[in-house]
């Protein structure tokens, strides 16, 4: 099978459906470019990420975990941006022609898009290390994209969901071990839940919004940086899960700080504009929880409020070529 069956057999095929019913998709995969139409007073947002084996996914891991990983962790980033998604390409690299991973890993992929409401608009295949880069594209309403720059002294900081749990289901992987609490830690791994709708909800209250990707220290940095202030946080307000707990309490809280790619969305807004959110969540019945951690300041860098004092520390978190 060359390249070029390759996509129109486990990718063209799969996504036509998807491509007939996007407006936005004027052109996908077939030809050298996709072509996409931008709707009226909105603004295109975009983000490439790539996953490598043996660094963002263990070299076992199955061609199913690795399709849901791979599309959840990108369009996280969506999220954060407070964005709708719309379509993706995918550059695809493989050691060697694997029908049945192939098949499993399409299969997955579509069933990822058609979650996140995404159509496959084109990409690459080539051979080589296992790789992964996906682009994903979404719109917002004109100037409305949530960035990282606008945290102001005395903004509310907030965290979706839990965190510590990607971290701890890193810890698992390769133990035999089957239980609900094991299980559902390596899905939070393996296959991250995108806050998509978080992100659109918060959109008119929130005034930085970043995705925790290399955690939450590191990527709240990234937004104090934008935005020139500090930040104080306390540990004791951190939501950590129950399953993380019971596998591992004494890592519990440094693994919510530092252990990224929890792919949950850390933002910040006014004091005013967080009882009028807490209003709106109460009215949605919007399902996801949302925690309240800290406030922005005005003395640059982090603090940290545990074992009861106040400590100032370092942005730990994932980096490469360290």
């Given amino acids: ?3 070029f069956s390759l996509i129109k057999r486990y990718f063209e095929l799969p996504s036509a459906e998807s491509a007939r019913v996007n407006a936005q998709l004027i052109q996908g995969i077939g030809d050298d470019c996709a072509v996409l139409a931008v709707p009226n007073n909105q603004d295109l947002v975009f983000s490439l990420d790539t996953l490598v084996e043996g ?5 076992d891991a199955s061609a199913a975990d690795i399709a849901w990983r791979v599309l959840g962790a990108s369009v996280s980033d969506l999220a954060a941006m407070g964005a709708t998604p719309n379509n993706f390409t995918l550059a695809l690299t493989l050691p060697e022609l694997s029908e049945s991973w192939l098949q499993s890993f399409s299969e997955n992929l579509a069933q990822a898009a058609k979650q996140y409401q995404l159509t496959l608009a084109g990409g690459d295949t080539t051979k080589g290390p296992l790789t992964l880069s996906v682009q994903v594209q979404g719109f917002v309403d004109k100037g409305t994209a949530l960035l ?20 701890a289901g890193l810890s698992l992987l390769g133990n035999a071990v089957s239980s609900p609490v094991h299980n559902y830690l390596l899905d939070r791994f393996y296959r991250p839940v995108p806050r998509v709708s978080t992100g659109q909800l918060i959109k008119p209250y929130a005034s930085s919004c970043i995705d925790i990707s290399d955690g939450l220290l590191a990527d709240l940095a990234h937004i104090l940086n934008r935005s020139g202030k500090g930040a104080k946080i306390d540990s004791s307000l951190l939501p950590l899960s129950a399953p993380l707990q019971q596998i591992a309490a004494d890592k519990a809280l ?7 790619e929890d792919f949950e969305l850390c933002f910040t807004l006014s004091a005013k504009n967080w009882r009028l959110l807490q209003a709106r969540l109460a009215e949605s019945g919007h399902c996801v929880a949302i925690s309240n951690i800290g406030v922005i300041c005005d003395e640059p860098g982090l603090q940290l409020y545990r074992n009861d004092q106040w400590h100032h520390v370092a942005a730990k978190g994932f980096k490469h070529f360290l």
Avoid: K, N, Y
Wanted: with cysteine.
């Fill in 1 to 3: 099978m060359d390249e």
């Fill in 55 to 59: 660094v963002h996914f263990p070299v």
């Fill in 148 to 167: 990282r720059s606008g945290a102001q002294v005395g903004d509310v900081i907030c965290v979706t969901g839990s965190l510590g749990d990607s971290r």
């Fill in 254 to 260: 440094d693994w919510a700080l530092s252990g990224g």
